[in-house]
C-alpha cells in the first residue's frame, strides 16, 4: 500500500542535501529517504523535488518481516501500515522537512534588518532540521548537552546503530531512531557505554520512561515543567524540543555554545556570550527568536 502526494511550499523552499547527523536520513540523488515507525508500523517515506516549487512524498508501507528488529519483539508486530498511518507518516515527515512553512512575515519583517536581513536573503530556502516526533528532538538533546557537536553525532550513530529498526542490508539500509520504550529499558551502563556521561545516561532512560509511559506528552509544552524536574534535564534542552521537535519559531536554545560564541563575536564582547546576554541579544526577534538564530548561525 502506498500514499503520495505533492506540496507546493509557501515560502521558497529546497530539499536538504544531506541526511543529517544520526545518519537516519538518507539524500541520494536528489531524493530524501526515511524509515518511520507509525504506531509501531514501519513505513518508507520518501521525498524529491519533481520541478521548482513543487515537493512530492510517498510513503509506502513495510512488510514488517523485512524490518530487523534491535531486541527481540516482546508482543507479536503490529503488521503493516494502513491508510492513516500512511497519512501520518505524510505528516510527519512534511512536519520534519518544513515544506508547509509559510515564512512571509518572518521574512518581510526582518527583511531589512542590517544584521539578519543578509543572512536572510542568502538563505531564503533554509529550515531548522526538525524530527518528525519530538521524542527524537529530546533524545538528542539530551545525548548534545555539554558536549561538541562532532562527539554528539558518534554518540547519536552508535544509539541507532546498536537498537535502531533497519530495513535492507549493507550501506543501502535505513534505520530508525529507537523509541521510547526501547530506552526506557536499557539499563544506565549500556547507554554510558555508547559514549554517554552517567548522569545524561540515567536523564535519557528517565525521560524515556516518562514518554512511553504516557506520563509526559512531547507534543504539549504541558510535558515542559515534568522534563525540568528531571535531573540533567535543563532549558536547552527544553529549547531544542520546542525549536526541532514541535516546530516552535520562537523557542531558542539560548545556552547552546554557538549561539554564546556568535553572540559574543556580534556585540564585541571580547569573550563568549552568557545565556542572558544571548536572549537579550535576540528578543528584538521575537516571536521568531529560533529563526533568527537559524538563520544567522547558518549565515
Known sequence: MSL?????????YRLPSYGG???VMRVERGVAS???????RPVLVRAWEPDRGRVALRADAVDPGAVAAPTPAATEPAGEAGPAQLELALERMRF????????????QRFRRDPLLGPAI???LPLRPRRRPWPWEAL???VVKQLIESGRAARIQRRIVGRWGSRLG?????????????????????????????LKRA????????????????????DANRRLLATREIGSWTVQCLGLFGRGDPDSLPAGDLIYLKLVGRLARLGRRATIEEVEEFFAPYAPFRGLAATWLTAG
Do not use: K, Q, T
Open 21 to 23: 547527523e544520526d545518519g
Open 121 to 123: 536573503r542568502r538563505r
Open 139 to 141: 533524545a538528542w538533546a
Open 4 to 12: 503520495e502526494v505533492e506540496v507546493r511550499p509557501p515560502s521558497p
Open 34 to 40: 526515511r524509515l518511520l515507525h507509525v504506531e509501531e
Open 169 to 197: 542490508s549493507g550501506r543501502d539500509s535505513l534505520r530508525d531512531v529507537p523509541a521510547p520504550a526501547l530506552i526506557a529499558g536499557r539499563a544506565p551502563a549500556e547507554l554510558e557505554s555508547m559514549g554517554l556521561a
Open 96 to 107: 520534519a522537512l518544513g515544506v508547509d512553512d509559510d515564512l512571509a512575515e518572518f521574512f
Open 202 to 221: 540515567i536523564a535519557l532512560r528517565a525521560v524515556a520512561g516518562d514518554v512511553a509511559g504516557g506520563r509526559c506528552d512531547l507534543s504539549s509544552e
